[in-house]
């Protein structure tokens, strides 16, 4: 087999695993993350909906192709992925951060446990109520407005607090893969070998 062949399986292989300890980290690191949100929360319910995050759905090898004189391989995923790796500093949240806040806090079940929440007290202060009578039946509040209020729960504790990094995909780069990789090449190429890391990755 040519050298380009084998230097070209040796780096979707190793890709195909980075993708792969990339998504089940970033996983662990977001479902950690909510049990311990959870657990300080005023929420009866300490469930999570354990589903695929968009950020962890968005992560692709691309297979190695020849580039600029060399061969390069990448891995992408949506360009937000920084911020959930290393943290953010307390800051105001743009209208297009809330937006996508909302989503996120339908997808997690956020929303409906603020729907759960509020009803539940809702009918608290109406059976503590002197009112005589039939009473009004009570029902959740629509899932929209419960988005809303999740997002501006979600984006008030932003402004005063900073979000803690996971390093879901530092711990993953730093674990001596990439050494591996380039004692995997030099013996392919008979020479010494260094990777050469750009762009997100640094």
């Known amino acids: 087999m040519a050298i380009d062949k084998k230097i070209i399986e040796v780096l979707n292989a190793f890709n195909r695993k980075l993708n792969d300890d990339t998504r089940l980290s970033l996983k662990t690191k977001l479902r950690e993350r909510a049990i311990k949100t959870?657990?300080?929360?005023?929420?009866?319910?300490?469930s999570i909906k354990d589903v695929q995050s968009r950020l962890q759905a968005s992560i692709k090898p691309i297979p190695a192709v020849y580039e600029g004189g060399g061969i390069t391989i990448k891995l992408v995923m949506n360009d937000y992925w920084e911020v959930v790796d290393k943290g953010r500093k307390a800051a105001s949240v743009s209208s297009e951060g809330q937006s996508k806040l909302q989503d996120w806090s339908s997808t997690r079940g956020v929303a409906e446990k603020i729907r759960i929440s509020?009803?539940?007290?809702?009918k608290e202060?109406?059976?503590?109520?002197?009112?005589?009578?039939k009473l009004k039946t009570l029902k959740k509040m629509p899932f929209d407005r419960a988005k809303k209020?999740?997002?501006?729960?979600?984006a008030?504790?932003?402004?005063?607090?900073?979000?803690?990094?996971?390093?879901?995909?530092?711990?993953?780069?730093n674990d001596g893969r990439i050494q591996k990789l380039e004692q995997d090449l030099a013996e392919i190429m008979e020479t010494e070998i260094i990777v050469d890391i750009q762009s997100g990755w640094q």
């Open 38 to 46: 959870l657990a300080k929360s005023k929420f009866k319910d300490k």
């Open 149 to 154: 209020a999740a997002a501006f729960l979600i």
């Open 118 to 122: 509020d009803l539940e007290k809702r």
């Open 125 to 133: 202060k109406q059976s503590k109520s002197e009112r005589k009578g």
């Open 156 to 173: 008030r504790k932003l402004k005063s607090n900073k979000l803690e990094p996971t390093y879901f995909f530092s711990e993953i780069k």
